[in-house]
């Protein structure tokens, strides 16, 4: 069993909220292309789009897109889970590309699919895939790393999850002083200990403290991680330090966006790692009981750290 106590937090923030732009979700973007001086509007609930729906998967089709004698399309990628069967009417498939839909595709530009959570981008069909795996209004996955959470969202839906449905310990303030215990420390297993989400500059932090096996070796690693892009985490900087008997180890680091997974940034060791060993002469005693002080703070990178100042962002 693993044990928590928390001691003051400092530098409370008042005031902040994270506002996000609530777009309807009815809204129907559409884009325009001239064809010979007509102006053909192109919608994602046209039949033209419907087309190029693959009837297996349901994903759009990009090219090679196949087809069966009887005209029946797919994409290349369910084409190999069907054994080469027509999915509509089951005659063989073989190898016949359907060319004038590969072109109608060419012809259209299309919304990306994170339209209704903000983005106003519109991309030609071929560009859209790769936007939108890197579009910054998809929307986050579950930050916490006791189990693979599918559950995503954006962030205040996914702070709201995790406080209600992780029972994550939430605070306010920029600076934290967490003491973790731990009564048979010679049992490490490569499992989470601990998640705590922190509130700060209008923004939210994830710290990670938990065991496991680094090789042979049985480590402890504290890290943090922000919840937003990797470009908005940049303008951040954290400090960790752990410590006893007159000594102390220290880590300073920038916050990984939580794009990047939990596991990623774990096995990374981008962190504050601390040998077993160690870790039981920072806890005193008789080395039986594990007893790790982990204090730390963030700030922003304009802001000079060794000021001990922590300047709330009051925009709203």
Known sequence: MVLMETDTIECAIDNDEIH???NNNNNKFSSTKSQGGATVVISPATSVHELLECPVCTNSMYPPIHQCHNGHTLCSTCKTRVNNRCPTCRQELGDIRCLALEKVAESLELPCKFYNLGCPEIFPYYSKLKHESLCNFRPFSCPYAGSDCPVVGDNTFLVAHLRDDHKVDMHTGCTFN???????????????????VFHCFGQYFCLHFEAFQLGMAPVYMAFLRFMGDEEDARNYTYSLEVGGSGRKLTWEGTPRSI??????????????????????FFSGGERKELKLRVTGRIWKEQQNPDSGVCIPNLSV
Do not use: F
């Open 20 to 22: 996000l732009n609530n």
């Open 259 to 280: 794009r990047d997974s939990h596991r990623k940034v774990r096995d990374s060791h981008d962190g504050l790692i601390i040998q077993r060993n160690m870790a039981l």
């Open 178 to 196: 967490h003491r973790y215990v731990k009564s048979n420390p010679r049992e490490v297993e490569n499992a989470t200990w601990m998640l705590t």
